[in-house]
């Protein structure tokens, strides 16, 4: 093989190499918009279930304290957008990182030859935008951006529904009073109290006081 065929095969390899690793960035970009559409998802799941939970005032006794399951249920949301954080930004984000600077470093190479071949220089030049405090924000902040923000929403809803509508449990008044043998306490159908006086008669003397019941047949 003559050196000018060599070139020729070598110009061949590295644009197979470079179309490999523009598919590589695309995968890894869609891997990380269906993560990030699954988490909105189950985001929106969780907050129709906060409105029915709400709406039908559904709690949760805790010791002395009737808790909304709006706020667990708030919580929770929190917990698993957090994990779709992680998975996005600091699992597959990395990935996709270094197959754009690896496409950058073969563009880099084959510029000279081939002057069209610049598509991840373009796209990493354009993403670069200033926004508000932020100068050149790139695809990183941006994601930081998008879910700090729902997380803060997510943290202080259920902050609110804690503090705010978490009311104590009513506790019923009771008296215990002593009854004399000659009555015979019985609980009906509704588990009401009923005090029968044992009396042949059927003549009785009913007292009540603060903490006993007195009964005298006649």
């Known amino acids: 093989m003559s050196p000018e065929e060599k070139e020729i095969e070598m110009f061949k390899l590295n644009i197979e190499i470079w179309k490999k690793t ?16 699954f988490g909105l998802l189950i985001i929106a ?11 039908g005032n559904y709690n949760i006794p805790l ?14 949301a929190f917990i698993i ?3 779709v954080y992680f998975v996005d930004v600091h699992w597959y984000h990395p ?10 470093e073969i563009e880099e190479k084959l510029k000279n030859d081939f002057p069209t071949i610049g598509l991840t220089f373009k796209i990493g030049e354009s993403s670069a935008i200033d926004f508000f405090i932020w100068q050149k924000m790139r695809s990183t902040t ?7 923000g729902i997380s803060i929403v ?17 506790k019923k008044n009771t008296t215990d009073i002593s009854v004399p043998n000659n009555i015979t306490i019985t609980l009906d159908e509704n588990n009401q109290m009923i005090a029968t006086p044992n009396c042949t008669n059927g003549k009785v003397n009913l007292r009540l006081s603060k903490d006993s019941l007195s009964i005298d047949c006649k």
């Open 22 to 37: 523009i598919d590589v960035q695309q995968h890894f970009n869609d891997l990380e918009m269906k993560v990030r559409n």
């Open 45 to 55: 799941a969780f907050i129709s279930a906060i409105g029915v939970s709400i709406k």
């Open 63 to 76: 010791n002395d304290t009737s808790i909304p399951i709006a706020a667990f249920l708030s919580f929770s």
């Open 81 to 83: 957008w957090l994990l």
């Open 95 to 104: 990935l996709l990182k270094g197959s754009v600077l690896q496409g950058m």
């Open 142 to 148: 941006k994601a930081k951006i998008f879910y700090h």
């Open 154 to 170: 997510l943290l202080s809803l259920s902050i609110v529904l804690f503090s705010f509508n978490s009311t104590p449990l009513s």
